[in-house]
């Protein structure tokens, strides 16, 4: 696999004309195509083109039927989208979601065709391993990883490069990604070790998000 640079929209931009006026930015000056593009998923139909990956930022565990509100693998896979971001901290912290309901939901997205990225991570107080253990038990290989150890996420405050390390060799017949706080400043240095990045905050700039993906092209 290429390294891969995931952006994770999260509940931004406010209105679908800001989410178009970002991503043509992007698409108009983006070299590398090795990158992910993963808005609002009511935004999706109305970005998704050709020779750019799009994904969701989540999904749901069963394919149809009574769950009002819920999007399905199969619905996100069907509009043309290649990725689902499962499990990101702030579905586990805020939405309560469970290791279980993640298992469930990767499950669910793979059967679809979609390829799972799945986040890990442990809080300040929490020993690394014992919850990426948890995190991991019983997901098989053939997924994504993205590291985001929850205090890096949003907070300027990055994991440090030996630590992505750690994780990087603990998992290392996995693809993993780092995510936390990356920027066009720190972002050659993560992709010297991980398989790729998943940004946030920067991914809503297109001058940083560009200049981030196109770090790729002179590794
Ligand atoms: P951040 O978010 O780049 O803003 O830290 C990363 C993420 O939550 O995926």
Not at 17 to 37: G, M, P, R, T
Not at 53 to 68: D, I, L, M, R, V
Request: with cysteine; aromatic share 8%.
């Amino acid at each position: 696999m290429n390294s891969l640079i995931i952006a994770n929209w999260k509940c931004n931009p406010a209105t679908l004309k800001e989410a178009q006026e970002l991503f043509s930015e992007i698409k108009e000056n983006i070299i590398n195509k090795d990158i992910v593009i993963c808005p609002p998923s009511i935004f999706l139909p109305s970005l998704i083109c050709d020779g750019i990956n799009f994904g969701a930022q989540n999904c749901f565990w069963k394919e149809s039927g009574a769950y009002t509100g819920e999007v399905s693998p199969q619905m996100i896979k069907s509009i043309g989208c290649k990725y689902v971001i499962i499990g990101h901290s702030e579905r586990r912290t805020i939405f309560n979601e469970s290791n279980d309901e993640i298992k469930s939901k990767i499950k669910q997205a793979k059967k679809a065709g979609l390829i799972p990225i799945v986040c890990i991570g442990e809080s300040k107080n929490q020993n690394t391993f014992e919850i990426i253990e948890e995190q991991i038990k019983d997901i098989e290989k053939d997924i994504i990883l993205a590291y985001e150890p929850l205090w890096a996420i949003g907070t300027g405050e990055n994991a440090s490069i030996d630590k992505v390390r750690e994780v990087r060799e603990y998992l290392k017949d996995r693809k993993v990604l780092y995510g936390g706080s990356v920027n066009s400043q720190n972002a050659k240095d993560y992709l010297e070790i991980a398989d790729g990045l998943l940004i946030g905050g920067a991914s809503l700039n297109a001058k940083e998000f560009i200049k981030i993906s196109n770090i790729l092209c002179d590794i």
